[in-house]
């Protein structure tokens, strides 16, 4: 974690025995430990919230592009509706005009 070897810790807690004193020495470690518990928590804590928040803008990018993909074929079913109902309104007229020709053309021969 830090890279400190055997030695570097020897000469720490030397250092720590000499300036604390005997008598406090545990009771400082205890504290320090507790500390480095609760930076370690923070960290954790720190983490879990960016792994969280990227898992969220995954979803994000999904439903967006879910959403383009819906809203591309709902154009698509309009233009095809659109195109449909010109059709159909080109076949009605067609039709409504055809007997109308006939019919006078009809007029002039004598029914049967």
Same mark, same amino acid.
């Given at each position: 974690?830090?890279?400190?070897?055997?030695t570097?810790?020897v *000469?720490?807690?030397?250092?720590?025995l000499?300036?604390?004193?005997?008598e406090?020495?545990?009771?400082a470690?205890r *504290?320090?430990?507790?500390?480095?518990?609760?930076?370690?928590?923070?960290?954790?804590?720190?983490?879990?919230?960016?792994?969280?928040e990227?898992?969220?803008?995954?979803?994000?990018?999904?439903?967006?592009?879910?959403?383009?993909?819906?809203?591309d074929?709902?154009?698509?079913?309009?233009?095809?509706?659109?195109?449909?109902?010109?059709?159909?309104n080109?076949?009605?007229?067609?039709?409504?005009?055809?007997?109308?020709q006939?019919s006078?053309?009809d007029?002039?021969?004598?029914?049967?």
């Amino acid at each position: 974690m830090f890279d400190i070897g055997f030695t570097e810790l020897v *000469t720490i807690a030397v250092v720590a025995l000499l300036v604390i004193g005997p008598e406090r020495l545990p009771g400082a470690v205890r *504290t320090g430990a507790g500390y480095l518990r609760r930076i370690k928590r923070g960290f954790n804590e720190i983490r879990q919230e960016v792994e969280q928040e990227l898992h969220n803008d995954a979803i994000m990018q999904e439903l967006k592009k879910t959403r383009d993909q819906v809203s591309d074929q709902a154009e698509q079913l309009q233009r095809d509706i659109r195109q449909s109902e010109a059709q159909l309104n080109t076949e009605l007229t067609a039709a409504t005009t055809e007997p109308k020709q006939n019919s006078s053309q009809d007029s002039g021969k004598p029914s049967e």
